[in-house]
């Protein structure tokens, strides 16, 4: 066949292929030019344009062999990479994927390549103002999804590479910085699992993270705090049975037969109601309790004690301030609400489920840790601080005046007070009579303090 003859028949293909309904037509005609070996180089894009169209029109009709050999065909036409054309018959892989669960939409990316990506393709798409993951986020997924699938799966250092500069692309996406933790545990890079695990835990605090990052750590009073924390955050003991395993394993160890019997008993309660098969290990460690053992209690306030030594690690990496709770007021809808101060005069105001302290009263020291990328700090973890933990800064920054208070009012009949020269203001005199013995803390002025807050003595 003549080059004429040959280009005639190609660019009426392609042309063929633009009309609705007479892809496959189109598609057919230039794969027995192909075949017959009548299609150099120069025509392996305009192949592959007619390949596309057809595919795009007729793979959810066409089943899975058909459609996966037509990806096949396009894999080995000579195209420039990366580029539209590469692009858009990934595109149609994420579809095909979806449509037919026996496409290894793994295999078809290592050959499409990794580091094919067009700057297009990182980019979120947006339609009617709303935002939807880009063509990265969505490979990502799926190909992590098709990775759990096949637990065996070696997953490519190429993939793994992948999600690090996703990561960077997309510092909020939960699940890219969860894989790319997951996929560093694997390759035995425990470190740096790890600190992936603490920024997560940082701004989203989900149970199985928790788990996750347990399960990396050597220190068993670590572990154990995690596993805990897991229990505290999930609600629903479906989801809770290897963690109480995991847990009760280390309570034994310890000879807290009494708890270790509560997280054994919750596990065989959720088996039993749902009818499951109870594993070995729950009787491995069932006979390991002495007999007469009675469950222990597992209170609230157990957990949050139990709790505080993995979340101590997990936010320590966070800048951090004490900050003095001054008051404890409603808010315009009528909620309880913390004013807490720091020695540079900054403030927060927290809810009272903020700060893990049953007996919180104006006067205690708190550790604040935060965030304040937005250029506000906003309160990530709060632990109690005793006063004799605080810096020079604080010290420099407050004393304590202690004597009989003045009250005074002013014409309006808002009332004030002092303590010595130190100024006490109407928020602070609630029920405080003229005369009353006081201590206050307040700033360490030269010339004129002000109380922070104030207790009868």
């Known amino acids: 066949m003549k080059a004429d003859d040959i280009f005639h028949q190609i660019s009426k293909a392609f042309n063929l292929s633009k009309e609705p309904n007479h892809t496959k037509e189109a598609y057919i005609s230039a794969l027995k030019l192909y075949n017959e070996g009548k299609l150099n180089e120069q025509y392996h894009i305009t192949l592959a344009w007619i390949a596309y169209r057809y595919l795009k029109e007729n793979y959810k009709s066409i089943g899975s062999k058909e459609a996966r050999k037509v990806l096949a065909l396009y894999t080995k036409l000579q195209t420039t990479r990366p580029s539209l054309l590469h692009s858009v018959f990934l595109y149609l892989a994420i579809n095909i994927k979806k449509t037919y669960s026996d496409f290894l939409f793994t295999s078809f990316l290592k050959i499409w390549g990794f580091g094919n990506f067009r700057i297009e393709d990182w980019a979120p798409s947006v339609y009617e103002g709303q935002s939807y993951p880009s063509c990265v986020q969505k490979v990502i997924n799926i ?30 996406d939960f699940n890219i910085k969860r894989y790319l933790a997951i996929a560093l545990t694997r390759q035995g890079k425990k470190d740096e699992a790890i600190e992936l695990y603490r920024e997560l835990l940082i701004n989203d605090n989900r149970y199985y993270i928790w788990h996750e990052l347990g399960k990396l750590l050597n220190d068993t009073a670590l572990r154990k705090s995690a596993l805990c924390m897991a229990l505290k955050q999930q609600k629903k003991e479906d989801f809770l049975g290897a963690i109480h395993l995991e847990l009760a394993e280390i309570l034994i160890e310890e000879k807290v037969h009494g708890q270790a019997l509560v997280d054994l008993n919750k596990y065989e309660q959720t088996y039993n109601a749902n009818k499951w098969p109870l594993s070995a290990t729950y009787y491995r460690l069932r006979n390991l309790i002495p007999q007469n053992t009675n469950p222990g209690t597992r209170s609230r306030q157990w957990l949050e004690e139990e709790t505080k030594t993995i979340q101590t690690f ?5 800048p951090n301030k004490i900050f003095l709770l001054t008051e404890m007021f409603k808010n315009k809808d009528g909620k309880t609400r913390y004013k807490l101060v720091c020695y540079d005069k900054s403030s927060i105001i927290v809810k009272p489920a903020q700060i893990p302290d049953t007996d919180a009263m104006p006067g205690c020291f708190y550790r604040v840790f935060y965030d304040n990328t937005n250029k506000w700090i906003q309160p990530m973890r709060i632990e109690k601080t005793e006063k004799e933990a605080l810096n020079e800064e604080w010290n420099k920054t407050i004393k304590t005046v202690r004597g009989n208070i003045t009250v005074k009012s002013k014409p309006d009949g808002k009332q004030f007070g002092f303590v010595h020269k130190c100024y006490v203001g109407g928020h602070l005199l609630k029920d405080i009579k003229n005369g009353t013995k006081v201590e206050v803390l307040a700033w360490n002025e030269s010339n004129r303090s002000h109380a922070l807050t104030l207790t009868i003595v």
């Open 314 to 318: 997990v936010f320590m990496k966070l």
């Open 143 to 172: 190909y992590w999804d098709e990775c759990k699938s096949m637990p065996n799966i070696t997953i490519p250092e190429e993939f793994v590479s992948l999600l690090e500069e996703a990561t960077r692309k997309y510092p909020r």
